[in-house]
T-cell receptor
């Protein structure tokens, strides 16, 4: 499985500010995925990031709020823009593996608290 | 959209007991996955199931892909304190990387 490093591991931010989360993988991967886990909840896919193209966002998530970069095959960033307390969540980067890309491996996540 | 119902929501057991949890779906999945999440960490993949009826073990863990492709269960035998955590089922349809997660089962093991 790939080794996925995320930073920061946690942050406390003020309302109205933005935070950029970085995700580094130790091997080249075609697709990277960003998930959100709200407090006490399950995981929800935010978007899929492919190198060289715009990210594909799931219903309920928009690029203006969660801009994503994917400059190469080992790195991606997710920005949480104009934050409000409702954005307090764990944000997780993941990559696929397996013969058909059917398995996902996750980074350790970024615990975000918005005051 | 697809939804997964995972049960039970939480379990409090004694060390040494066996544990069973399951997930059901209104839709068919091509792959079922079981993850464990410890506090402050991302989910860690425990078992992946690829075809209907498949029964797979990983140490004390056993999981099965239901015949209808709409359900899966996870069993943990002889639980130990380090089994404590949140267990998630997840199903994958036809979209790579897009997993639908269950609500999670919080497992507490008393020594």
């Amino acid at each position: 499985s790939a080794v996925i490093s995320q930073k920061p591991s946690r942050d406390i931010c003020q309302r109205g500010t933005s935070l950029t989360i970085q995700c580094q993988v130790d091997s080249q991967v075609t697709m990277m995925f960003w998930y959100r886990q709200q407090p006490g909840q399950s995981l929800t896919l935010i978007a899929t990031a492919n190198q060289g193209s715009e990210a594909t966002y799931e219903s309920g998530f928009v690029i203006d709020k969660f801009p994503i970069s994917r400059p190469n095959l080992t790195f991606s960033t997710l920005t949480v823009s104009n934050m409000s307390p409702e954005d307090s969540s764990i944000y997780l980067c993941s990559v696929e593996s397996g013969s058909f890309g059917e398995k996902l491996f996750f980074g350790s996540g970024t615990q975000l608290s918005v005051l | 959209g697809q939804q997964l119902n995972q049960s039970p929501q939480s379990m409090f057991i004694q060390e040494g007991e066996d544990v069973s949890m399951n997930c059901t779906s209104s839709s068919i999945f091509n792959t079922w996955l079981w993850y464990k999440q410890d506090p402050g960490e991302g989910p860690v993949l425990l078992i992946a199931l690829y075809k209907a009826g498949e029964l797979t073990s990983n140490g004390r863990l056993t999981a099965q892909f239901g015949i209808t492709r709409k359900d899966s269960f996870l069993n943990i035998s002889a639980s130990i304190p380090s089994d404590v955590g949140i267990y998630f089922c997840a199903g994958q349809g036809t979209s790579y990387g897009k997993l639908t997660f269950g609500q999670g089962t919080i497992l507490t093991v008393h020594p």
